[in-house]
């Protein structure tokens, strides 16, 4: 396992196909190709996550949301990459894009556009959405340490982007992004 602060060697990892550990606003999350269907699968089993719950995309750059662009009214484009007061992922509906292993039984996906600087840096040099889940096996707390991920992991992992936590007090609220009703506090 690579553990590193250069974002394009993990990056690279992530193009072939790897799963890796990095900080975000609040803890510390796994992160994969949400198209690569392999990759997906090797964070549920870590995790031990049945693929019905779904998993969050992150992004770095309102650029790397073009697709959803196309699929959503201008209002609703505008609430997805606007800035928020606090770590927000927005529901939106699609069934289009993300691949079913990514929504889970679920009818849309989790998004956040990051406003955490590592997190901007890694999805920048990927150049894309990343899956994004905390780094903790079902039923135990997420990883807020470097070396919390590698008690979890181990040696599971492909990679550890060592980069700076945010200082965020809880995951990212989620929210519907037509409704405004909140599926996580």
Known sequence: MLITSD???VAEILRDGGVVAYPTEAVWGLGCDPFNEQAVQRILSLKSRPVEKG???IAGAAQHLTPWQEILEPAEYTRLISVTDRPTSW????TLITPDWVRGQHPGVAIR???HEPVQDLCCAYDGVLVSTSANPAGLDPARSREEVMAYFGDALDAIFDASLGDAAQPSQVLDLLSGKQ???
Do not use: E, G, M, T
């Open 7 to 9: 974002a394009a060697q």
């Open 91 to 94: 529901v939106v509906p699609d």
């Open 55 to 57: 998993l969050i995309l």
């Open 183 to 185: 599926f996580r506090a």
């Open 113 to 115: 556009l990051s406003q």
